[in-house]
């Protein structure tokens, strides 16, 4: 029996009736010519500051602003989803409708809200408390001024969810954010389409720990005057909470900016622990742990170009949990003089 | 056979298309290898095209609900010692659902409720009062009859669930007004309409709102 590669092996020998192709050499891209004048370490703390600042409170409090004064019949809430097709989750209260209160808000779509508190213990005994929230946000639909001005159009959907440990001089959370979708309007403050996650454990003195991953479009508020799209990957820990073996000087991963060429500039940090390329050489320069990464524009690499940041402000409150309080929209408060 | 923990994994096989690559090598003419870009792991590709702001809230709309939900909620709660200051109650509460129709009277037995939950209730006095309550509870429900999982109101009380409920008798233009320790998160809501006279306070809530129910098929 003949081994297949030994088949292939015959099939390979060179064709003397192929032509002889021109040698061609290899393309090449072209860099922006003011490479020199970004600020590259200035405009990633700004991208990873707003990529972490993007979490479900925004169109949360920007949808329950709109319910406020909720007339009756505009727009029509339902208990649960405002039909069975829906794909939302189950409970839960929704409004959908086309229509204009009397002060000419104008409701058009579809939302659907789901939320929840628990709460467990005693926060000033020893054996202290849990609270544990949970609230989704779905939907289509834009809410608008008599003068056509939109307050709040999303398109989408968020969960977050909290839980919380809390005993006398002691207190533990953690808190995961997820946003998918497009949100802009004057309630929101700013435009933006994005999935992003959050996953951010901390203390009493602040976050301790992050992850954080997705992409942001913010056309209206340009990065530097310059990016409208963020792209990042990375966790990060505190050098209190860092393990012997990781690297408290910066996150791992990366983050990425985009212009309005659509070129993107990546900045490559240390290697994920799980990224065995990575490992297996460790020589490569994004792989020291030095607060500095290496910066690739248009996937070529500037190695003359170092990029260092003092990831220090991650921790200065940056992430912060949201109050259990904040996990509160009930119909009761909406409609408190109900028949 | 066993293996001591190695620091290099041993190598994969090749790949099949590897194999074939290594074949071919000798019948490819001699020319200066093309550098390639290095790769940047999992970057994100260029997207050139703009993207636009999608005009939502055009999609297929429920303009108006073809089922209404009925949710009525009536109790009481007796305190003790009589007279006051109060220390203790016990209660009632009960829930009742209907889609569509409501019965003409308590004596109506022809409507149905589709969800119809009894609670019995005590309480002692919370330790983190309401601001401005004349008076707050820890009250226990406990369910006596029905299934609040159930019902389609989201917010009653489980079984077994412990309310922080204190009574505001100047609550949005000095209406008497249960409030609620909304999750026991400080945040004190509206939940029921209230009376008070005669160590006695009778609680009420109701609301229609729109509701999804499955459509009976026709024989």
Known sequence: MIP??????????????????PETEAPTLSLPPDLDSIDFATTYQDALIRAASLDVRGPWAAHAETLQGLEAGCPDVYAGAPDLDSEVGDGGYSWSDRCSRADQTSFGGWMWW????????????AAGSTVTGQRDLEGDATISTAAADVLFR????????????????????????EVLGDASGSLLGEDWRADVYLYAVGDDAGASGVELRGNVYTPGAL????????AVDLSFATPETTAPEGCALEPSGWIAVRDADAWWYDLVLAPRTTDTSAVADPDEPWSACDGCGTLYVRGLPQTEREVCLDFSFLWDYLITPPEPAEFALSLRDLLPEAP | MFYARA???????PPFTSLLLLACADG????????????????????????????????????SPEHTLYVIQE???TLSPPGGPYTDLVGTLSVDEYVDELPESEEDTGVLPSCSVRYALTGVVAAQPCDNCRFTFAVQHTVTSGDPALCYDPELPPDHAAWSLGLDEDYRGSEDWILRDWGDAGLWLPWYTATFEDDTVRLSWS?????????????
């Open chain 1, 4 to 21: 297949l590669a030994l088949l292939f092996l015959v099939n390979c020998a060179p064709d003397p009736a192929a032509p002889n192709l």
């Open chain 1, 114 to 125: 789901s939320n929840t508190l628990a709460s467990e213990g005693d926060r000033a005994d």
């Open chain 1, 154 to 177: 999303f398109n989408g959907e968020s969960h977050d969810t909290l839980s919380r440990v809390e005993a006398p001089d002691y207190l533990r959370w953690t808190w995961s954010s």
């Open chain 1, 223 to 230: 990065i530097a005057e310059r990016f409208d799209s963020i």
């Open chain 2, 7 to 13: 620091e290099v994994l041993p190598m994969p096989p």
């Open chain 2, 28 to 63: 490819v003419e001699d020319s200066a290898p093309v550098v390639l870009p290095e790769e940047t792991g999992t970057l994100p590709a260029d997207s050139p095209a703009p993207w636009t702001w999608g005009d939502s809230g055009t999609g297929t709309v429920t303009e």
């Open chain 2, 75 to 77: 109790g009481s709660w």
């Open chain 2, 207 to 219: 609301v229609a709102v729109g509701v999804a129910v499955e459509e009976e098929e026709e024989e």
